[in-house]
């Protein structure tokens, strides 16, 4: 089986996981590779010099493991996808085993930004969304889901995750087949999203 690679890009915040999950909903055999499980370790860092490593730059990424996952998945092979600890900012020991299916979901700030990674994909999407909404988003999960303080939010926000989109993430726009403005909430661009994800997935069977 050869399967078919859907890569989701935007900002930190835009609404990627909500189009992924929209995805999966509406069609089953599918799969989500999390670009964010291929942080490299990075355990010095903490709320008090979170900008003493840059999450928002390509180098940040395991670019070489992340492409040999994806290319074993294409080519209908199952990986061992790394798991992130973002408390502690390090890869953790343990592995989850992924079974291809016929869509993967590539979802991730840097996910346009590698020929090697783009080149495998056969549908390119970006999210589009403005960045004080992208801001508070981003505030609320680092908050609740990493244990991270306001100001060191907004300290990384102002110092390196405002600068890498603008270096890195916006220009990918370029490379995207759809831009879908809203996320999540542009019920007409997910609609034509869905279908399309339909159609390819049953040309596959």
């Known amino acids: 089986m050869t399967a078919r690679l859907i890569g989701i890009t935007g900002g930190s915040g835009s609404g ?17 590779i999390e670009q964010d499980n291929y942080y490299k370790s990075a355990a010095f860092v903490s709320n008090s010099n979170i900008t003493a490593y840059n ?16 290319e074993d998945l294409k080519a209908g092979r199952a990986i061992e996808m790394p798991q992130y600890d973002f408390v502690h900012h390090r ?11 016929k869509i993967i979901i590539v979802d991730g700030l840097m996910v346009l930004y590698d020929k090697r990674i783009r080149d495998l994909l056969d549908l390119k999407l970006y999210v589009d969304t403005p960045a004080d909404i992208r801001f508070v988003r ?22 390196v995750v405002r600068p890498g989109h603008m270096s890195f993430i916006e220009p990918c726009k370029e490379y995207a087949d759809l831009i879908i403005p809203e996320g999540g909430y542009n019920e007409n661009a997910l609609d034509v999203l869905i279908n399309y994800v339909q159609m390819l997935a049953g040309k596959m069977e």
């Open 138 to 159: 981003r505030l609320m999960r680092d908050i609740s889901e990493r244990g991270r303080t306001v100001e060191s939010v907004v300290e990384q926000y102002v110092n």
């Open 91 to 101: 890869r953790k020991d343990e592995t989850v085993h992924i079974e291809p299916k």
């Open 16 to 32: 990627k996981s909500t189009v992924v999950r929209r995805i999966y909903e509406s069609y089953h055999d599918t799969v989500c």
């Open 55 to 70: 999450f928002d730059h390509p180098d940040a990424f395991d670019m070489d493991l992340m492409l040999s996952n994806l």
